[in-house]
Every structure is written in C-alpha cells, then in structure tokens.
C-alpha cells in the first residue's frame, strides 16, 4: 500500500523556509485536511524539539499524530528541521525522502547565491522536490 504525503516544511532557526503541500502521486479527499496541513506540521515542531536530543539520528520516524496522519521529521547536524504529514504507511520511502532531500539541501546550501537559514525561493528546489516525492509516494 503506497504512503500519502500531505505536506512537507523545511523549518529553520528563525521560522519556515520552505514548504510544499499536495506532493506526491495520492492526494486526501478532505479538502479541511489540505487546508490545515501547514498548521498541524508547525504544531508538532514542540514534539519535534523533545524527541530531537533523544537519538544521535538524523531521522526520528514518527514524532506526533494527528487524527489518522503522522508528522515524521529530520533534523541536520545544523539544526534545520525536515518535517512530513503522512499517512504513516511506509517508513523506509519517508526515511528514503528525506535523505534525498537532505542531500538536496546540503547542495542548495553550497551555492553562494543562497543564505543560510533563509527561505528556499528557488523554482528548481522545489520542482525537485515533487520529483522525489511523487517517486516515494
């Protein structure tokens, strides 16, 4: 059974800097569940926080629930925070993303063009990004 990824936030020191909603091959019937997914991703940010120094992985599987939807995350070795809204189906394809859109990141921020810790504005970023997970889910 494939995974449905709603949302994906990449969350820094000083707020959001990238998010991405609808990804993926599958899309929720519930239109409210679209809406709210940005809302329920950054309340799980606390949770996020807690679980964070309980492991030395990048990956922390599961960190929150909300109704049948899981919120997974990942955190860098510099502390910016990957977080997906999910339905919870499939855990190596979410570990999977991430990882590619870790090593996404990590180049994003050898370009001097780009800011540390400031929001994601480029076009090709992000169409990488449903690329990779239009393949994991």
Not at 4 to 23: D, H, N
Not at 69 to 74: P, Q
Not at 107 to 136: C, G
């Amino acid at each position: 059974h494939t995974t449905m990824a709603l949302c994906f936030a990449i969350v820094g020191k000083t707020g959001p800097l990238y998010e991405a909603c609808e990804i993926g091959n599958h899309h929720p019937k519930d239109e409210n569940l679209i809406s709210y997914s940005q809302f329920i991703i950054h309340s799980s940010l606390d949770m996020l926080e807690k679980n964070e120094f309980s492991t030395q992985n990048m990956y922390l599987k599961t960190i929150d629930k909300f109704n049948d939807m899981s919120i997974s995350g990942w955190i860098t070795a510099q502390g910016i925070r990957f977080l997906l809204l999910h339905d919870g189906r499939s855990d190596d394809a979410i570990k999977n993303f991430f990882s590619d859109v870790y090593e996404l990141y990590v180049r994003l921020l050898m370009n001097p063009f780009y800011k540390y810790d400031s929001q994601v504005l480029s076009p090709a970023f992000d169409h990488r990004v449903r690329i990779l997970a239009r393949r994991y889910f």
